[in-house]
T-cell receptor
Framework: GENVEQHPSTLSVQEGDSAVIKCTYS??????FPWYKQELGKRPQLIID?????GEKKDQRIAVTLNKTAKHFSLHITETQPEDSAVYFC???????????FGKGTRLSVIA | GAGVSQSPRYKVAKRGQDVALRCDPI?????LFWYQQALGQGPEFLTY????????KSGLPSDRFFAERPEGSVSTLKIQRTQQEDSAVYLC???????????FGPGTRLTVT
């Protein structure tokens, strides 16, 4: 089955700097890659996703890139703000009725 | 519009008790998923419904875990004879169709003492 590795497990950046979180997946049939943000004690929130037919997607300060050949995808947050501090999870999903498989998460701290 | 809701938000059970956790998906969402999230970990898949049909229950950790969605809307996850290792947050998610764009509920934090 699918296996998703995520790193780093923790990341501290200064406010205004960029943050990059990387994930690799094992199943070449996976074709959907969402990113979730989870604040302490709250639900995971879908912040951006990408499908395998595109290589990059942007939404304001966040972007995701996908390299299908290397089987890795990354989340980029620019101009970080203290409210970006949270745990971020990547996930991968194949076609059909396959479930989302999540990475172990990255705790991002943005220092003011 | 209303998001996914779950109840109760917190549940404390003595070892051996049965518990029932409820999920109300977003109205019109065909697909419903249950996940288990241990402290400091990512959500792990338990089971998946499309309407009232349970299409995948491969993630349920034992036969003590049972889920249903009899009318294709509200779902209940039942855990029988709870054990300490069942302590976790149980998350429900729904999507319009299939498994893309899943929206999560706030979760039920289960503590088994």
């Amino acid at each position: 089955g699918e296996n998703v590795e995520q790193h780093p497990s923790t990341l501290s950046v200064q406010e205004g700097d960029s943050a990059v979180i990387k994930c690799t997946y094992s199943d070449s049939a996976s074709n959907y890659f969402p990113w979730y943000k989870q604040e302490l004690g709250k639900r995971p929130q879908l912040i951006i996703d990408i499908r395998s037919n595109v290589g990059e997607k942007k939404d304001q300060r966040i972007a995701v890139t996908l390299n299908k050949t290397a089987k890795h995808f990354s989340l980029h947050i620019t101009e970080t703000q203290p409210e970006d501090s949270a745990v971020y999870f990547c996930a991968a999903r194949g076609s059909g009725n396959t479930p989302l498989v999540f990475g172990k998460g990255t705790r991002l701290s943005v220092i003011a | 519009g209303a998001g996914v809701s779950q109840s109760p938000r917190y549940k404390v059970a003595k070892r051996g008790q049965d518990v029932a956790l409820r999920c109300d998906p977003i109205s019109g969402h065909v697909s419903l998923f249950w996940y288990q999230q241990a402290l400091g970990q990512g959500p792990e898949f338990l089971t998946y419904f499309q309407n009232e049909a349970q299409l995948d229950k491969s993630g349920l950790p034992s036969d003590r875990f049972f889920a249903e969605r009899p009318e294709g809307s509200v779902s209940t996850l039942k855990i029988q004879r709870t054990q300490q290792e069942d302590s976790a947050v149980y998350l429900c998610a729904s999507s319009l169709a299939g498994g893309d764009e899943q929206y999560f509920g706030p979760g039920t934090r289960l503590t088994v003492t």
